[in-house]
């Protein structure tokens, strides 16, 4: 049912849009010194995305791993995925933005979500590798040519580890250069963006056979 899908894209929207008003508040009410309570705002903000979150996951996986709702074009289930694993990584970046550096457990959770951020991002990366290579790395095993897929998928390994190996360095390289959560997990968001927009932007082009509706 694309009405669903679409129905998630538009909570993902929403979600996106209230992490961006939760960052300008937090900020705006640093910069004024306002207090009283004002502080908790962004936070509170922060909840409701994380609830829209959980519907839109909830939704995602409706859609791409069942057939309740019906038929969903393929592009479909890959835009509104896109939006879905962006809406993720930053919600759970910015709740590390939310908390208070000045106390060192604080700094400690920060480190910790930021590498679970960075986690999801070389993921991605593997799945990069395969939607690209896929067919060569699997070619054969359809017809039990196993010990070929798997001799190819040995090289390949390596070559994605050493990938993946210095997109972490990569990142941990910026966060501690930079001395600041803040901008190491802006650089995470971005470059996690770019890959997303770049496997959209290679598969969109390639012809894919679609079931009926």
């Known amino acids: 049912m694309v009405r669903l899908n679409t129905f998630g894209n538009v909570l993902s929207g929403i979600g996106l849009t209230m992490l961006g008003v939760v960052i300008f508040l937090k900020y705006f009410i640093e910069s004024q010194g306002i207090t009283g309570g004002a ?30 709702t019906g038929y969903v074009h393929p592009n479909d289930k890959m ?16 709740y590390g933005l939310l908390l208070d550096d000045t106390i060192p457990d604080n700094v400690t959770v920060q480190g910790y979500l930021f590498d679970m951020g960075t986690m999801i991002v070389i993921a991605y990366i593997f799945l990069f590798v395969f939607v690209i290579w896929g067919s060569k790395i699997a070619a054969g095993a359809e017809v039990g040519q196993v010990k070929e897929m798997t001799s190819r998928f040995m090289l390949v390994s390596l070559v994605l580890g050493a990938i993946m190996a210095g997109v972490n360095f990569a990142l941990n390289f910026i966060r501690t250069l930079t001395n600041s959560y803040a901008w190491s997990a802006g650089a995470l968001v971005v470059f996690a963006l770019v890959m997303v927009l770049m496997i959209v932007i290679f598969l969109s082009r390639r012809y894919e056979p679609i079931g009926s509706e």
Not at 79 to 90: E, G, P, Q, R, W
């Open 39 to 68: 502080e908790q705002y962004p936070f509170y903000g922060w909840l409701i995305a994380l609830v829209v979150l959980g519907v839109v996951l909830l939704i995602s996986l409706i859609t791409t791993f069942t057939d309740l």
């Open 79 to 94: 835009y509104a995925n896109m939006l879905t694993f962006m809406s993720t990584i930053s919600t759970l970046l910015v």
